[in-house]
């Protein structure tokens, strides 16, 4: 089958997410593993940096913040029409992005089945966005274009099919949830003393870990809060902030005012291909949301995955939005907690990094679920199923 694939992502990773990358990246790589021919049509912020058997296709932009999104909106269509009448791939697969109605009607035209993956509904991402009212209202009504005309919607959590159900009023069968996956080999395992000796830490340190791009609802001030009793009650411990985003400028401020300069330590954005590194000089991993994430429509964690993959206990803020947090409860992978609850989520850690074994026990059911349950491969057969059900 001849996928065209289409994203707006820096597939380089010097800017934006590299979740999204890694998303698109095995997605597309696991589905040509299945026999596919997959092209890629992505804007040229700069080349992805690993071999890859996808063909990518990239569409030049202007290197301005604010004009290369637009930039790439405007032109892309243009390739997408001739991979259309030229190539003449059996269906279109979009990543959403926000500011374009162009893959939806294109493919229609050209009387092509396209599936939309949604990660997030676009009245959650603005929410930490800051945009004009104006330039929301449109974008909202973009989405609602987009939704309508695709063939399929794979949304990567349950929230989300189920609010797109309700507000747009499509047919169920219309709407699916893939989960997120990992790709375990590139996370592999690894002991936590060397793995701290690679990237400079001391290797009698126990290490709490936290990984993400920040979003307001991810909840690090509340670790940064947990930290000097965990400080107290364990001593040689630290706290290792791994990740990047606009809303995080202000935690090195809240660290300085509580004095833990000594102990958190911030690693800023790491390479994909080192992060099994930072992740594995952990002992325990944390995604200490905060209650606003249960006003999002729900989303897949990629980083808890990795921290499954590299056998590390989560401790998690409870919440019923996100898949890999309930997972986390019922298998037994890690602890919840009450979010917002400092003292709550300092027990946890506190509990698991005096328990080894009970660490160890959660770490290799974590790392047993995601190689049985949760690999890419499992993504991408599963959207090869969807993909040949529209061409029949």
Known sequence: MKILYLCSSDLSGTSGSLGSVRHIMEVSENLCRLGNE???IAPGYARYPHPTPVRIIYVPILKLRFLRTLVYEFISPLV???QLIFWRPHIVYWRQAY??????????????AI?????????????SEPLSNLRKKVILAFEAVNYRASSHLICVAPGIRGRILKHYGLPRVRVSVILNGVNADRMPVMDPGEAREKIGLDQDLQIVGFVGHFFPWDGIEYLIEAAPRIIEETGNVRFLIIGHGLWGEHLPGLVKKKGLERYVLFAGKVPWEKLYLYVNACDVAT??????????SGRSSL????????????????????PEVVDLDTRGLGITVKP????????AIIRLLKDKALRQDMGEKGRDY??????????????QDIMEALRS
């Open 80 to 82: 997408i029409m001739l």
């Open 340 to 347: 917002e609850d400092p003292g709550a989520l300092a027990d």
């Open 303 to 322: 980083k808890i995955l990795e921290y499954f993959a590299c056998k590390k206990p989560v401790v998690a803020s409870k919440t019923d939005v996100i």
């Open 99 to 112: 500011l374009t109605v162009f893959p939806a009607l294109l493919s229609r035209l050209f009387g092509k």
């Open 287 to 296: 995604a200490p949301y905060s209650k606003a994430v249960n006003l999002q």
């Open 115 to 127: 599936i939309t993956e949604v990660n997030g509904l676009t009245i959650d991402e603005l929410e």
């Open 38 to 40: 997959v092209r890629l």
């Open 370 to 383: 995601v190689e049985r349950e949760r690999s890419w491969r499992i993504v991408a057969q599963r959207t």
